[in-house]
C-alpha cells in the first residue's frame, strides 16, 4: 500500500530534479569523491547520481555493513566487495577516518554520516555529540590534513536557530565546517533542508504504517506544518551545491511548509483506511513550524535557481577544542550548549 502515497500525490509540489551538468561549472570525471553515511537515504541517491559520472573515482562508506550491503547491490548488482569502493567506517573513530582519508586522498568530501531522529537524540544527547559533532569534527580534520579541495557537508533546517539537540548539533557542524573551510581557504560547505519524503524512518513512513495497520495515526499538533523535498531532489541539488565555488551554507529550495494533517487525510483518501488521527503533543525540540534561516543569517540568491546561500559573521566563530571526555548525556548536553555563539 505504500507504494500508492507518492511524491506528487501528496505533496503536490513540482520538484526540482535538475541534472548536474546543467548547473556544475566543471564535471566530475577525474575527482576522487569520498562520502560518509553512503549507505542512508541521501548518502545512496548522492551515490547512484555519482556512478553515473565516467571517470569519478568513489569510496562509498558506512558504519552499517548491511547498508553498503544493498548499495553494492544497486551500483554493480552484486555484492562481493572484492573492491575498495566500500568500506565500514565510523566517523566516531577519528584514527579510522585518518587512515581512510589518507589512503584514498580523496578531493572531494561528501560529509552525509549523521544521527538524525530528533526524538532519540532528545533522550540520548551523548550519541549527538559523538556523531553530529565530534564525527564532524574528525572528518574535517582529516580533508585539511590530506588536502582535500571540496567538502559537502549535508545539514537539517532544524539547525536554524535550534532548539533541539539534534538541530544544535547540526548547527554546530555547520560552524566547523566554515571554520576549517576559512582556516584552509578550500571550498567547505553546509547545505540545509528539511523534510526528505518517504526517507528511512520520515514521518511519510511513520503514517504509511499506521494507515495499512488502521493504527492511529499519531500527530503531535494540529497546526504542525513541515518542509518536504524528493529525495531525487535534495541529492540532485546537494551535487549542484558543490559546483557553486563558494564556501557558505546553501538553503535549498523546498516550496512552501505543508501541514500535516492535511498529508494525513490525503494519505487516508488514497489507502482508504479508516484510522483515527491521535493528537499527542509536540515533543521536547520540536517546533510547531520549522524555520530555514535565522535573524542573524543574511540570504543571497546564487547562480542557481533553487540554491540560496547564507552568511553570517557567526560562522567564523571560535570554536572551542572539542574533547572525547563526555561520560553522560548530561555532560553531552553541557558540552552542545557551550559550542553554541551567544
Known sequence: MREKFTYEKIIGRKSSDSHLDLYGSEDLAGERILITGAGGSIGSKIALAISGYKGSHLLATDRDENRLHSLSLDLLGSALFKSQEFQVLDVKDALGVELCVANFQPTIIIHAAAL??????????????????????????????????????????????????????????ELLTAKYGDLSEKNFMSVRFGNVFNSRGSVIETFARQLEFNLPVTLTDINVSRYFMKIEEAASLCLSALFLNDSAIYMLDMGEPIKLIEIIEKMKTISGSESEVQLVGLRPGEKLSEELYSKKEVITDTSHPSIKSIKSDLFYSKIPELSLRVANNEDAQNRIESLIPK
Open 116 to 173: 538524525k531522529h530528533l526524538a532519540v537524540l532528545e533522550n540520548q544527547p551523548r550519541e549527538a555529540y559523538l556523531t553530529n559533532v565530534i564525527g564532524t569534527h574528525n572528518v574535517l580534520k582529516a580533508a585539511v590534513q590530506f588536502n582535500t579541495r571540496k567538502f559537502l557537508n549535508i545539514s537539517t533546517d532544524k539547525a536554524a536557530n535550534p532548539i533541539s539537540i539534534l538541530g544544535k548539533s547540526k548547527y554546530i557542524g
